[in-house]
Every structure is written in C-alpha cells, then in structure tokens.
Nanobody
Framework: QVQLLESGGGLVQAGGSLRLSCAVS????????MGWFRQAPGKEREFVAS????????NYANSVKGRFTISRDNAKNTVILQMNSLKPEDTAVYYC???????????WGQGTQVTVSS
C-alpha cells in the first residue's frame, strides 16, 4: 500500500512563505512523477506544479510561476513545494500526487490546509 503524507501547511500572512513536504512510503518513489494540486472551497481541484521522476523537468501553473518551486529528494522519498510571496488566492487544501509511470497508476495524499490572510 502506497501512502502519501503531506505536512507543512498552516496560517500565514500575505507575502509570507510556507514549505510543504510530501513523504511517500515504499521503495518505488523513483518510478513516480510527482505533483502538487490544490482545491479551494467550492472549487475544482487544480494543478499547481509537477516534477519528473529524475527531477530534471518541472512544470508550474501560470498562477504560481515565479513564486513556487517544486523539488524532490529521491533518497528521502520526499517532494517539496516551496511557496513564496503567498497571496490570499493561494488559500486551499494542497494535495500531493504520485503518478506511477511504470504501472500507469496514480496515488493521492489526504491534503494539508494552507490559509493566507490579507
């Protein structure tokens, strides 16, 4: 059973920073392209950022480009989302996603709340 555990969420003022972590269980982390998604109340879940299996390629939603940075440490089975210059519009539950590119299957974490006050 593959489990994804997000951490690092909380309350921060506009302009502040937060660092989200996602820990992935098992020994298959290198098979997963990783991503972060978020969902605000009453909204659909939306893409935030992704990173390739090797970490050599990243992709960002236009709304966070230049402010957020995704990275991974394959030795620690973790993916990081560094969020800077946070805005109230960033308030949402942030979900970690793992896409197994060998078995073609996806896994989701339970989410961590990020609240940005104005």
């Amino acid at each position: 059973q593959v489990q994804l555990l997000e951490s690092g969420g909380g309350l921060v003022q506009a302009g502040g920073s937060l660092r989200l972590s996602c820990a992935v269980s098992g020994h298959t982390f290198s098979r997963y392209a990783m991503g972060w998604f978020r969902q605000a109340p009453g909204k659909e879940r939306e893409f935030v950022a992704s990173i390739s299996r090797s970490g050599g390629s990243t992709n960002y939603a236009n709304s966070v480009k230049g402010r957020f940075t995704i990275s991974r440490d394959n030795a620690k089975n973790t993916v990081i989302l560094q969020m800077n210059s946070l805005k109230p519009e960033d308030t949402a539950v942030y979900y970690c996603n793992a896409r197994d590119e060998v078995l073609v299957y996806e896994y989701w974490g339970q989410g961590t709340q990020v609240t940005v006050s104005s």
